[in-house]
Structure formats: structure tokens, C-alpha cells
């Protein structure tokens, strides 16, 4: 653990409108396995676009041994020597596993691409992951799980000095997660450098020396021991404060029917058997790890995707749901979506229009006729309970702050009057205090009578929000339990459910 | 206070530069090219900017759904035709035929959208093919023979000036653009069609009918389209297959150009109808002012080339700005 | 998958063959050495267009000017020849080197404004066909040496000379394409922009040689024309658009880019020729021509679509 191989000094990136980094700081040793780690938003991602030449800070420099380095583009780190494994898949897939591993130095013969000596080196990196799959395989062939080692052996095959692992075991299992810390382990002790970003802090504990917290654009810690840290004294600087969150009161009401029931839901997305009840005046989380089919599912109840199993039930009636219009307008369920800026809102389009958006058609008049001031009559008052801050209802949706562009996204199914309302990652990538105005928002609309199903990967939110936490794990719902609100309990038992 | 309080913002400074742009060119045409403000070519340049201007408001509601539509030409001409064919052949009333020719364009249109909404592919090569379906049956059908004998109370109404000097194609130009704003600004289906065009995902999960709104803004395109091809064939007198070059491709610059020029975002989901209107008038004085000047008609077709090529590069930069609003990544 | 390609790419040679067969039988006339002449012919010359389409499909934009670049090229490279006295050997140079300038042009265009290559290669299309016709005055030129009429006319043994030029570049470009690294690169750029650019390949550079190539390949195809018709006229070019994006899409080439058969796109001239042959045979409308092409092409992507469902290398589609 001698000098700091890579460093970061006074980062600072601002995008239009937000402070993604401000002064952060980040000095990672020789061979040393150091942590990065911050909730979504905190600024993680930019920091590593920053380090792989994505993006260039406004302010501060990115040191590599020593030297101060201006990456313009990822080739430029490539060539530094730094390896990345991205959060996002990142292979061709239509090129064998043996072309994307070489992609960056390709081996030739007389200027021709050499498949052959491609095959016998791609094969190194394979075994070394004991990963046993054909060399000449195309990616679109592989399960998730094998496309995600084939990403960590591309960037093994660098053979850089610098490795980069964003959340590079999502969709591992314990086993193959076991295999890849043993060769970072290895690596580490022939003098690679290691920055891994997880959200596994269990992972992290077991495999990593040293840790960066980022909280809100800034460091929480910076290139601390981990020596001594237990997984709460992480959490604090993650979140800021103790895990512990405000608790919802236990609802008091629950009808006899339930305002959307699913019995033994199968689906074209490969959902199956999946049995879930959802009342008024009652929040249900649902909690799973990515690609456990829970957006998916959502989806699936939208109409968007194929219910072909089971049967799916609003107020006691079996309904099928033709599309998403009419899970829309005739059945009264909204979805509010994890990809906020994708699939969320209209990022060009104002605010009003966003809101109003569901119920254009039932607000126009004769031919259709809808003006400015119709739309803001129903706009206003929303946005106004809402707290949306804004100095007009013509802002674009693009200009807001994450934690407005939320509560707008909420606003148009209270436009709408949804009777079912679906939340994805209700606070993904918000600040600290909008955070804690949508899970009071989330909770008035359960109470007013709304049946709210409450998808979360943060499980200290889900605890203290759910009524009631179903657990899903392989597109099916493998546990459900009344929520007691108490973490230690109703963490293990979801723990319990996945892990199993 | 929505969508077109906001589309007015953008596109207006993007307008007034038009608008300032036009004078200009017009006073230095004046001063420079003999006999550019006089009653005949001031008649030439209102008719050129009625039927490009429809040609052009035409291809801006498929450009609402970030797609395009290679066959607005094809679907002009094969509606005219079927004008030309029902009241020469059939000897329908005017006013029938020409309702024939809109419900045609219309329901070709509509048949682009569906190509394009069911297969899921895009636009370009859906329409590139209809194009080279939809002329061809034309041609096929028709014989490659036009249709000379029009009524004279059409080719009158062609050849009428008003105040001596305006095309009644222009008027024609202005109600159909008319129409446009209003339904894009004042009802449920075109705030639909312009969101849906915007991001059809989010469109899609907020329970709009992303694909019937894709498939009507194809049609509302074939529809305008037939309007266009009946107003070319009033300039011309006559009705032939070969009014809009091989395949209707020569409607593509000015169908193109003018949206563009206007501001019209190529993503989708952002239009300007004043913008448009605007492109067409500067793309026509432009080009009458050059052929005023003896430039020959070829180079003009070079000229407009760099002028669509100055106008990309300025809503480059604008679409850098709005880019720049809307994501923080 | 290979396995996947290889039927693919059979089915389409079953098709030419038996098409073939049945217009032998119908029309004896049809297996003529002249017959097969023209076929030939026309073969070479869609072929190098269709893959000066093909190498820009291959990494996901599109090249409206390659018409226009190809009349541009003819019309230089007539015009060098009657009115300045080039050799037979510098007009060619002159010729190339126009439709690579013009190539660069659209790629660096391109690749400079972000823009998509639809709108830049429409402006160009614009100011390049502009051109040629200002430059002739929409006449032609017929002052075309006799060392090109004669490549334009004669025969290598059986085959026409056109076929001697047009075979060593779908050669080269399957080469390229298949086994060169810049080639990889470019398809690697296709079918995953951004992965692409992640493992150091630089956009600038894919586009502007895509492009410039494209305008290689137009450059060569105007100038077989030339040498077929035996003078040069600004019409040159007209009629490549369609027949650009047909053949590779026929062969199975994907529009959103990555994947480009090169031999598929030679069947899918072939085909191109053959229909244009048999019509021309059985004395029927060359509209139909067009016809056929345009449901041609609509079949050919709703196949492809299908065959990328099953593969799983789709585009993602988020919803339903």
C-alpha cells in the first residue's frame, strides 16, 4: 500500500442546473481494493465518467501516478491504462465473445484480423474466471450472468494497471462472485489497483481495504481505512444519518376486496406463478435485486406486456387489460417509472402539459378543443399541493431539479384520479428533503384510499413506507409478509427470502 | 402557459431571424435583380410559396413523430391522379373528386403509419419502399397518360391574381396552416400527436395511443400531401405523373427545407407552423431572386442544398442548447 | 448463428435459381449469351452501388448524395476528358478523387454537426446534383476516350469487362468488412455505438471513412456507367437510390446498423438484375419493376426483423 497510483483532486462537474460533484477527492494506492461508494445520484457515476475520459471536470485534476492527466475521450484512458467494467452492457452483440474481448488490440496476421490467436487469448481470460463457454460464441447467445464475466475478462484482458468495477456482480451468483474476488485478489497482490462501486456492502466489507463515501455531489469520507468500519458506520455516511427512517403508521382500514389482485400471473416477459393483493388505503413494496422482474411485472399490469397466465383482478372483477391506454383510462392505474428522464416525462414539454397529459381527452370540448388555460386549471392546483418548485407552469419538465421532475411525474396520475397507482424507485437519484416529502407524499395517497404498490431497491425505505413487502427473485414473487416496520426484522426476512 | 407557449419561445427568435432574413433579402433583390418586385414574378413567388409551403407543412406532421415520410411526392401525385381520373373519366362534380383525392392521400398515408407502427421499422425505409409501391401502381393504373381536360372553373381559379398579383394558392396555403395551428395549439389530439412525438415511451405509459396518434399523423400527412398535388396541378393546368419528378422525389428539398428552416426539431415533438410558413417564403425569394440575377436554374438546386445545409448546422446548435436543458448526465 | 446466416443466404440463392429456371423454360430467350450479358452488366454496376450503400448502412446512417456523387463523378470525369484533354488514366484519378472529397465531405459533416445522415446527405444530395447539372447545362458529354468506351463494350472471354472491376471490390470489401480491423471497427461502430466508443474506437474516424468510402464506391459505379452508356450525362445516377438500399436489405443487412452480408448483398443484386431481365423478357411495364422492388423491400425488413427476434440481437424495445 505504498504511494496513490490514481487520485482525484478537487473534482467539481456541474451540469445545467445541478452540482454533481463539488470538490471531491479520491487517492487510490498500489494494489490496494478500494471502495466507491454513495447512494443513486450521489455522484458516483460522474466521478468514474470523469476518470474514463467521458466526461472532463469543470474544476480539480485526475492524477495518474503522480502526473496530471486530461482524458478527452474513453480511448484516451484506455491508453493510459485504465480497464472499466461498465454498469451498462457494453458489448457488441452481434461480434463473437473472442472479437469483443480483442476489440480494443486486435491481433492480426498480414494486417488481416487473426481469429485464432483472438480464440487461444480470449480463452486465458475465460478460464481465469473459470467461465466456460466457446470463444467464438455471439454475445446475443449468452444468459446475463455470462455476458456480464465476458465484460469483467475484456477488461482482465487490458491488463491494466488500473482496474474500474462498476457494480460488476449484479446479476452474479454467490459462487461466480466468490471466483471474481479471488482473482481481484490475486491481481491486487501483483500491484493492480482496484476501484469497485457496489451497492453490496456485505461485498464490499469482505473484499475491499479502503473506501470513498460520496453523499450529495461531495466526500462523505474520502480513502478511508475500511479497517475497523462496521456496515452501520457505512450506512451514516452513505445516507447521513442513522439507517433508521421515519415508520409510516400501521394503516388502520383494509376492505375486504382488494383493488388489484393478481392469481398465479404468468406472463410473456416469463413471469410466473405470481399471486399479489393490493387494497386501498394500503402501501405494498415490493423489493427484489435487479432483473428479478419487478419493473417487469409492473409492466405486465400496464398492459404493456402480455398477461398469459392467471388471471388479474380489479375490485374482485377478472379483467384483461387490452394496452396501456386502457389500464389508463378505463382502469384507473398509473405507473410512475424508473427511468424518470426515458419513459417518465416529456423532458422538452412544460410542466402543464406533463401533468395534463393523461386526461387531454377527457378535459376537451367540442372537437376536441383544449386551451392553455384549461390545461392550467387542472395543472395549477397540482402542482401547487404538490409543492412543485417552479416560477411557472410553462418551465420545461428538463430544467427541474430530480426531486421536481418526481413529484411532477406523481401529479399526473392525481390528474388522472388513478385508483392504482405503481411507484418505480420512487427516489431514485432525489435529494435528501424531496426524499422525505414523496414517501410522505406516497403515504397521504394511500391514506386517501388509493391503492399504492411501492417498487424499491432501498430497503430501509421500503421498510419504513410498506404495509405490507412482497419479495421477488426470478420473476416470481417467492414471499410475502406483513411489514413490522422493524428493520432488523423485515431486512432478514427479505434477506432470508433471497438468499434463501 | 403549455407546449406552445413553450414552442412559440423557442421558435421565435428562430422566426424573427427568418422573418429579418426575408426582408433583407427582398430589399437587396430589389435593389440588385430587375424586375424581382414586379406584379409577374411577385405572382410566380406567392404561387411557389402556396404549394411548397403545403408541401412543406405536409412533411412537418410526420416530423412531429421523429420520422419522415419519402413518399409525400408519390402520395401528391397518385392523388391528383385519382382527381384527374374522376373528373375526366368519371366526370364527377369538382368538389367530390377533389374529396376522393384528400380521402386517397389520406388513406395512403394511413397505410405508411400502419406499415410503420405494426412491423415497428423505421419510417425511411417503410416509405422508401411505398414510394417506389405507390408510383409505380400510379403509373401502372394510368398508363402513364395525365389528365389535360381539367374543368376551367379549376384552371381559372389557377390562373386567377388577385390585386393582380397574388396567387389564390397562397390563400389556400394559409387556411391549411391555419387548420394545423389550431389543432396543434387548441386540441387533445395535437397536443397528443406532438407528445407522443416527443417520447413515445413516456407518451405510451401516461395511457396516450402512441400508435393510432403515429398512424394519424402519417395520414394527416398523406391528406395534406393530396392538397398539395391537386395545387401543383392547377399551376401546370394539367394533371401528369411526372409533375413531381421520378418516384415524386423533387418534393423532397422544399418538403424538407422549409421545416427545418422553420425550426421544426428532426426528434420530434417540437414544430413551428409559423416557422414553416416562414422557411417556404425565404426558400422561394431566395430562389427567384437567383434566377432574377441569371444564376442558372441548376446552381439554384446548389444553392438551396447549402442554405438546408446552414440551417442544420444552426438547429445543431439549438438542439446542442435544448440537449443541454434537458439532461444532466 | 452462422448456421442461422448460411440458410438465410441459402434461401435467397434457392430463390435466384429457380427464378432463373422458370424464366429459362418460359423464355429460352433468356439463356442467350446476350441475355446474360446484360444481366452481367447490370450486375456490375448495382453491385458497386449497393455496396457504396452497404458500407454506410453497416454502421447505421445512410447515403442520400451517392447518386448525385456518381453524376457528379461522371460529369468530371466526361468533362476532363472532352474539354481539358486528360488521359484516359487522369480522368479516372480526377474522378475518384471527387467522389472521395465528396465522400469526406458527408462523412465530416456528419460527424462534425451530430446531425443524423439522413438530413446532411439530402442537403449534399442537393448541392452536388445542383452542381453537375449547372456545370453541363443538363447536356452530355460525349467526348469520352476510346480506351473507356471500350472497357464499357467489350468482353473478357465470356464475361463483360465491367465484371473484372466489380468483382475485385465486393472481394476487397468483404475482406475489409469481414478481416480488417478498421472494417471490424466500423461494424463494432453499428451495432453498438457507445460500447464502441468505451473500448477506444473514435466515432470521428468510423464516420468520415465510412462515408468517404461510400463516396469511393459512387465514384467508381458513375464512372462504369459512363463507360457503359459511352457518354457522360447528369441523369447518371438518378435511378440508385432505391436499388442502393434494396439489394442490401434483400441480402439481409440491417438498417440500424452492425451487420452487412456482403455476399447477400450480391444475391440481392442479382435478384435486382434478374427481375429487371425477366420483365424486360416477358415485355411488361418497367413500372412494375418498381413495384416489385418497393414490396421487395418490405418483405426483405419484415424477414430480417423476424430473424433478429428469433437471434435476439433486436433493437431493445422497451414497451410491449
Given amino acids: 500500500m505504498s504511494d496513490a497510483f490514481v487520485e482525484v483532486r478537487g473534482a467539481s462537474k456541474a451540469f445545467v442546473g445541478v452540482q454533481a460533484l463539488d470538490n471531491v477527492s479520491l487517492s487510490v494506492g498500489r494494489g490496494q481494493i478500494h471502495a466507491l461508494l454513495g447512494e443513486n445520484g450521489a455522484g458516483k457515476s460522474t466521478l468514474i465518467k470523469i476518470l474514463t475520459g467521458v466526461h472532463r471536470p469543470d474544476a480539480g485534476e485526475v492524477l495518474l501516478e503522480g502526473t496530471p492527466r486530461h482524458f478527452r475521450a474513453p480511448r484516451e484512458s484506455i491508453a493510459a491504462g485504465i480497464g472499466v467494467v461498465h454498469q451498462e452492457r457494453n458489448l457488441i452483440t452481434r461480434f463473437s465473445v473472442a472479437e469483443n474481448i480483442t476489440l480494443e488490440d486486435p491481433p492480426t496476421k498480414f494486417g488481416l484480423f487473426d481469429e485464432a490467436a483472438a480464440v487461444v487469448s480470449t480463452r486465458k481470460w475465460l478460464d481465469l474466471l473459470h467461465l466456460d463457454i466457446d470463444p467464438r460464441t455471439i454475445v446475443s447467445r449468452l444468459s446475463v450472468a455470462q455476458v456480464q464475466l465476458v465484460e469483467i475478462a475484456k477488461a482482465l484482458s487490458l491488463e491494466s494497471r488500473f482496474l474500474l468495477l462498476d457494480e460488476p456482480t449484479s446479476s452474479l451468483t454467490p459462487h461466480e462472485t466468490g471466483t471474481l474476488f479471488e482473482v481481484l485478489r490475486r491481481l491486487a497482490a501483483d500491484g493492480v489497483s482496484i476501484l469497485f462501486v457496489s451497492h453490496k456492502l456485505e461485498e464490499v466489507l469482505s473484499l475491499c481495504t479502503h473506501v470513498t463515501v460520496l453523499r450529495d455531489g461531495r466526500n462523505a469520507c474520502e480513502s478511508q481505512s475500511l479497517a475497523g468500519m462496521t456496515r452501520a458506520d457505512i450506512v451514516r455516511l452513505m445516507i447521513g444519518r442513522e439507517e433508521a427512517m421515519f415508520a409510516a403508521p400501521a394503516t388502520s382500514v383494509r376492505l375486504a376486496t382488494p383493488a388489484l389482485e393478481l392469481v398465479s400471473v404468468a406472463t410473456s416477459l416469463g413471469h410466473r406463478d405470481v399471486s399479489l393483493q393490493a387494497f386501498h388505503g394500503e402501501i405494498f413494496g415490493l423489493y427484489g435485486l435487479i432483473g428479478a422482474g419487478r419493473s417487469e411485472l409492473a409492466r405486465a399490469i400496464m398492459g404493456a406486456a402480455k398477461i398469459t397466465g392467471g388471471e388479474l383482478r380489479i375490485e374482485g372483477t377478472p379483467t384483461r387489460i387490452r394496452d396501456v391506454t386502457d389500464a389508463v383510462r378505463r382502469y384507473g392505474i398509473g405507473y410512475v417509472s424508473e427511468d424518470r428522464k426515458g419513459e417518465g416525462l416529456i423532458l422538452a414539454h412544460d410542466i402543464a402539459s406533463n401533468i395534463a397529459v393523461t386526461i387531454w381527452h377527457r378535459i376537451s370540448r367540442f372537437l376536441g378543443f383544449v386551451s392553455d388555460g384549461m390545461q392550467d386549471r387542472v395543472a395549477a392546483p397540482l402542482a401547487r399541493a404538490l409543492d412543485v418548485r417552479t416560477p411557472s407552469l410553462a418551465q420545461r419538465v428538463g430544467n427541474l431539479s430530480g426531486g421536481n421532475q418526481q413529484k411532477v411525474s406523481v401529479a399526473k396520475w392525481l390528474a388522472a384520479s388513478s385508483k392504482i397507482l405503481i411507484i418505480d424507485e420512487p427516489t431514485v437519484g432525489i435529494d435528501v428533503r424531496s426524499k422525505a416529502y414523496l414517501h410522505d407524499l406516497i403515504l397521504r395517497l394511500s391514506r386517501d384510499g388509493a391503492a399504492v404498490i411501492v417498487i424499491s431497491s432501498d430497503m430501509p425505505e421500503l421498510v419504513a413506507l410498506a404495509d405490507r413487502i412482497g419479495v421477488m427473485k426470478d420473476f416470481r414473487l417467492v414471499e410475502t409478509f406483513d411489514n413490522s416496520r422493524n428493520y432488523g426484522a423485515s431486512s432478514a426476512r427479505i434477506m432470508q427470502a433471497i438468499h434463501g | 402557459m403549455t407546449v406552445q407557449t413553450r414552442l412559440r419561445a423557442i421558435s421565435r427568435s428562430n422566426s424573427f431571424g427568418l422573418f429579418v432574413a426575408i426582408l433583407v433579402f427582398v430589399a437587396a433583390f430589389h435593389l440588385l435583380a430587375n424586375g424581382f418586385t414586379s406584379k409577374v414574378n411577385v405572382y410566380s413567388i406567392t404561387r411557389s410559396i402556396g404549394i411548397d409551403g403545403v408541401i412543406g407543412l405536409a412533411m412537418m406532421t410526420v416530423l412531429v413523430t421523429g420520422g419522415l415520410n419519402l413518399a409525400l411526392g408519390a402520395i401528391g401525385v397518385c392523388s391528383a391522379m385519382g382527381v384527374g381520373w374522376a373528373l375526366q373519366t368519371l366526370g364527377l362534380p369538382i368538389w367530390f373528386s377533389m374529396l376522393l383525392g384528400v380521402l386517397l392521400g389520406t388513406a395512403l398515408g394511413a397505410i405508411n403509419g400502419l406499415i410503420v407502427v405494426t412491423t415497428r421499422l423505421h419510417s425511411f425505409v417503410v416509405t422508401l419502399a411505398t414510394m417506389s409501391i405507390f408510383f409505380g401502381t400510379m403509373v401502372l393504373l394510368s398508363g402513364s397518360n395525365g389528365f389535360n381536360e381539367l374543368p376551367h372553373s379549376l384552371t381559372g381559379f389557377g390562373r386567377m391574381r388577385l390585386f393582380g398579383m397574388v396567387s389564390p394558392l397562397l390563400l389556400v396555403m394559409f387556411v391549411v396552416a391555419a387548420v394545423l395551428f389550431f389543432i396543434y395549439r387548441y386540441t387533445a389530439f395535437g397536443r397528443e400527436m406532438l407528445a407522443a412525438g416527443a417520447n413515445p415511451f413516456a407518451a405510451k405509459l401516461s395511457g396516450l395511443p402512441v400508435e393510432r396518434l403515429f398512424v394519424s399523423c402519417h395520414a394527416l400527412c398523406g391528406g395534406i400531401g393530396a392538397i398539395a398535388g391537386m395545387m401543383a396541378s392547377l399551376r401546370n393546368g394539367a394533371i401528369v405523373p411526372s409533375m413531381a419528378g421520378p418516384l415524386g422525389a423533387d418534393w423532397l428539398l422544399p418538403a424538407f427545407l422549409a421545416p427545418v428552416l422553420g425550426g421544426t426539431l428532426l426528434a420530434g415533438g417540437g414544430i413551428s407552423v409559423l416557422g414553416a410558413v416562414l422557411g417556404t417564403v425565404f426558400i422561394a425569394v431566395i430562389s427567384s431572386g437567383l434566377y432574377m440575377l441569371q444564376l442558372g436554374e441548376f446552381w439554384i438546386q446548389t444553392a438551396l442544398g447549402l442554405v438546408l445545409l446552414g440551417a442544420i448546422l444552426l438547429e445543431r446548435g439549438r438542439a446542442a442548447l435544448a440537449l443541454a436543458r434537458s439532461t444532466r448526465r | ?320
Fill in chain 3, 1 to 320: 448463428m452462422r448456421k442461422f446466416l448460411r440458410t438465410d443466404w441459402l434461401g435467397l440463392a434457392v430463390l435466384i435459381v429457380l427464378g432463373g429456371a422458370a424464366l429459362g423454360i418460359a423464355r429460352p430467350e433468356f439463356l442467350t449469351p446476350y441475355s446474360i450479358d446484360v444481366i452481367l452488366v447490370g450486375f456490375s454496376l448495382t453491385v458497386v452501388v449497393a455496396l457504396g450503400q452497404g458500407i454506410i448502412i453497416a454502421i447505421g446512417h445512410m447515403n442520400l448524395a451517392l447518386g448525385a456523387i456518381g453524376c457528379l463523378v461522371a460529369v468530371a470525369f466526361g468533362g476532363s476528358m472532352q474539354f481539358w484533354g486528360f488521359p484516359t488514366w487522369a480522368a479516372v484519378l480526377f474522378g475518384l478523387a471527387i467522389g472521395l472529397a465528396c465522400g469526406f465531405v458527408n462523412g465530416w459533416l456528419t460527424h462534425k454537426s451530430g446531425l443524423t445522415s439522413f438530413i446532411v446527405t439530402l442537403a449534399t444530395l442537393s448541392i452536388f446534383k445542383g452542381a453537375s447539372l449547372g456545370i453541363t447545362e443538363a447536356q452530355s458529354f460525349d467526348g469520352i476516350s476510346d480506351a473507356v468506351k471500350a472497357f464499357g463494350s467489350d468482353r473478357w472471354g465470356p464475361l463483360p469487362e465491367t465484371l473484372l472491376v466489380a468483382v475485385p471490390i465486393v472481394i476487397a470489401t468483404w475482406l475489409f468488412l469481414g478481416k480488417m480491423i478498421p472494417g471490424r471497427q466500423m461494424l463494432a461502430y453499428g451495432g453498438n455505438p457507445a460500447a464502441a466508443e468505451l473500448s477506444g474506437i473514435s466515432r470521428g474516424r468510423i464516420v468520415i471513412l465510412a462515408h468517404t468510402l461510400s463516396g469511393l464506391f459512387a465514384a467508381i459505379a458513375g464512372m462504369m456507367t459512363v463507360a457503359r452508356l459511352q457518354i457522360a450525362t447528369p441523369t447518371i445516377g438518378d435511378e440508385w437510390l432505391i436499388a442502393s438500399f434494396a439489394a442490401p436489405v434483400i441480402g439481409g443487412a440491417v438498417l440500424s446498423g452492425g451487420h452487412l452480408p456482403v455476399i447477400g448483398t450480391c444475391l440481392g443484386v442479382l435478384v435486382i438484375a434478374l427481375i429487371n431481365q425477366a420483365l424486360v423478357l416477358l415485355a411488361v411495364d418497367p413500372f412494375y419493376v418498381q413495384v416489385l422492388l418497393g414490396l421487395l423491400i418490405l418483405a426483405a425488413v419484415g424477414a430480417n426483423r423476424l430473424r433478429e427476434a428469433r437471434l435476439g440481437t433486436g433493437p431493445k424495445l422497451r414497451l410491449s
